[in-house]
């Protein structure tokens, strides 16, 4: 109940195209789900974040969307750039706490 | 602001030797966090403080392993022994009061024990 589970685990996007990855949880008690990025050699970095009462959030070419009934969320990243080409993850929290469960990461590569 | 510190970025040291891990975290930030980063089990946090005390430790995979948090702006996770397995990139961040904040990481330090 505590995994956060990840999909796919690499992925290759033609510049310009749209990456699309997923999440799903089964603890109903998360109500936070970042999403984080991170580049070879680096910490990973807040990219996103989304609550349960929001169906989608959009940020620049970045948006989460989240469907609470499927317990599941997911990242889109529009255009993409080969400058978004680093190790995207998913995590969850639960209310008053700042435990983050993460899952397994993305390997995303945007060819030019 | 300078952000998260982390020493040493790389370590490689003998099994059996003992590893020392340090971490300073963003001023002002109450919450510190050590996480363990491998191809096979991914992130996993290991521990977690809020001003300067232990609140979850139930990432710890063994005896082996001990983080400390003497004040403010300085932790420690240490290994001793340490074995091969420990081979990992490790993880420091911080974040300020709790709930939905986001989590500052450093740039980790890779520890290999051969």
């Known amino acids: 109940q505590q995994q956060v589970k990840q999909s796919p685990q690499s992925l290759i996007v033609q510049k310009g195209g749209i990456s699309i990855i997923n999440c799903a949880y089964e603890?109903?008690?998360?109500?936070?789900f970042p999403w984080y990025q991170q580049f070879p050699g680096k910490g990973p970095a807040l990219l996103i974040a989304?609550?349960?009462?929001?169906s989608e959030k959009k940020e620049g070419r970045f948006t989460i969307s989240f469907n609470k009934s499927a317990k599941q969320f997911s990242l889109h990243i529009m255009d993409s750039q080969p400058g978004d080409s680093a190790t995207y993850f998913c995590?969850?929290?639960?209310?008053?706490?700042?435990?983050?469960?993460f899952g397994t990461g993305t390997l995303l590569a945007v060819q030019p | 602001d300078a952000g998260v510190i982390q020493s040493p970025r790389h370590e490689v040291t003998e099994m059996g030797q003992e590893v020392t891990l340090r971490c300073k975290p963003i001023?002002?930030?109450?919450?510190l966090f050590w996480y363990r980063q491998t191809m096979m089990r991914g992130l996993e946090l290991l521990i977690y403080?809020?001003?300067?005390?232990?609140?979850?430790d139930s990432g710890m995979p063994e005896d082996r392993f001990s983080a400390k948090m003497p004040n403010a702006s300085f932790s420690t996770l240490k290994i001793q022994p340490s074995e091969p397995r420990d081979s990992a990139v490790y993880f420091c961040?911080?974040?300020?009061?709790?709930?939905?904040?986001?989590?500052?990481f450093g740039d980790g330090t890779r520890l290999s024990i051969l």
């Open positions: 961040a911080s974040s300020y009061r709790q709930g939905r904040r986001p989590q500052h």
């Open positions: 603890n109903t008690a998360f109500d936070y």
């Open positions: 989304i609550r349960p009462d929001v």
């Open positions: 995590a969850a929290s639960k209310r008053a706490t700042n435990k983050l469960i």
């Open positions: 001023s002002g930030h109450d919450y």
């Open positions: 403080f809020n001003n300067n005390v232990p609140i979850d």
